[in-house]
């Protein structure tokens, strides 16, 4: 059984930064693919960065890549999301999710490849 939690959400000026964080139990993050999605209520949930597997390939949603940045540290056993140039509209619950099955270099976008997800923070940026 994986574990997921996630943390470092918070409110944030327009303009402003926020590193999210997601610690992982019951598997490395260095043995599966692993993904940031977010969820405005009401709204479906939106992909927002990937990492494969192999920790070298990483893809984005539509207009957030150069602004936000998902990365890992093994060692930490945690996936980051880098957030900067906060807008409100990225205004939202933030999830993470692991993919136990993705290939070397695959970058999942769509929910139904995650296999576990995190009970979400929420990041709410002011303007």
């Known amino acids: 059984q994986v574990q997921l939690v996630e943390s470092g959400g918070g409110l944030v000026q327009a303009g402003g930064s926020l590193r999210l964080s997601c610690a992982a139990s019951g598997r490395t993050v260095s043995s599966v693919a692993a993904g940031w999605f977010r969820q405005v209520p009401g709204m479906q949930r939106e992909f927002v960065a990937a990492?494969?597997?192999?920790?070298?390939?990483?893809y984005y949603g539509d207009l957030l890549k150069g602004r936000f940045t998902i990365s890992r540290e093994v060692a930490k056993n945690t996936v980051y999301l880098q957030m900067n140039s906060l807008k409100p509209e990225d205004t939202a619950v933030y999830y993470c999710?692991?993919?136990?099955?993705?290939?070397?270099?695959?970058?999942?976008?769509?929910?139904?490849?995650?296999?576990?997800w995190g009970q979400g923070t929420q990041v709410t940026v002011s303007s």
């Open positions: 999710a692991v993919d136990n099955d993705a290939g070397l270099w695959n970058t999942p976008v769509r929910q139904y490849e995650y296999d576990y």
């Open positions: 990492i494969s597997r192999s920790g070298t390939r990483t």
